[in-house]
């Protein structure tokens, strides 16, 4: 089955930078686009990035372009994000998504909290 | 990408209806026919229950159904269940290969 697995987060300082993972199995993993999808503390989603399947286009919300890189190792069935600068916003947890079909997201992962404290 | 418009609860007894509605624009909702839905209960990651406005994944009980009209889309539940309890989000294709969730809606089963 389908499984997506999220790690890399923690408690980081204000202003440093982490890198999430997301490693896939049960799927054929350079078929699909995947997603980064956050939740703040008792919030709702939001949609962070996509890259496609064999990672040539990268896609971003405007609250994180600039600051946040998507990438993939198909060799290595992982998803990666890179978070730079962290604030307190980028406190939430992140969620791996697989994109579907059309536009949406069909399989999850549990999530990896990240907390912006000093 | 401002986030879709939902309300921020609803609730309805054992066995009853519910309708969850998601408001955006002609930007998103209206512009797309790529209205999909998610149910995530308390402390968990969420589910995919609808996509592409109306159609319904397998293993989705057909007690969950969707629509769509100009810029607002809407969730029904009938014949509520007590696992139904979760919160519901609605997202919607923004274009340019970007995506907007709704704020989520608390569904209480009474």
């Known amino acids: 089955q389908v499984q997506l697995v999220e790690s890399g987060g923690g408690v980081v300082q204000p202003g440093r930078s982490l890198r999430l993972s997301c490693a896939a199995s049960g799927f054929t993993f350079n078929y699909y686009a995947i997603n980064w999808v956050r939740q703040a503390p008792g919030k709702g989603l939001e949609w962070v990035a996509q890259?496609?399947?064999?990672?040539?286009?990268?896609f971003y919300a405007d609250s994180v372009k600039g600051r946040f890189t998507i990438s993939r190792d198909n060799s290595k069935n992982t998803l990666y994000l890179q978070i730079n600068t962290l604030s307190d916003e980028d406190t939430a947890v992140y969620y791996c998504?697989?994109?579907?079909?059309?536009?949406?997201?069909?399989?999850w992962g549990q999530g990896t909290l990240v907390t912006v404290s000093s | 990408q401002s986030a879709l418009t939902q309300p921020r609860s609803v609730s309805g007894s054992p066995g009853q209806s519910v309708t969850i509605s998601c408001t955006g624009s002609s930007s998103d909702v209206g512009g797309y026919h790529y209205v999909s839905w998610y149910q995530q209960p308390p402390g968990k990651a969420p589910k995919l229950m609808i996509y592409d406005v109306s159609q319904r994944p397998s293993g989705v009980p057909d007690r969950f159904s969707a629509s769509k009209s100009g810029n607002t889309a809407s969730l029904t539940i009938s014949g509520l269940q007590a696992e139904d309890e979760a919160d519901y989000y609605c997202c919607s294709y923004a274009g340019s290969y970007t995506f907007v969730f709704g704020g989520g809606t608390k569904l209480t089963v009474l």
């Open positions: 890259t496609s399947n064999d990672g040539s286009n990268k």
């Open positions: 998504a697989r994109a579907g079909a059309s536009p949406y997201f069909d399989s």
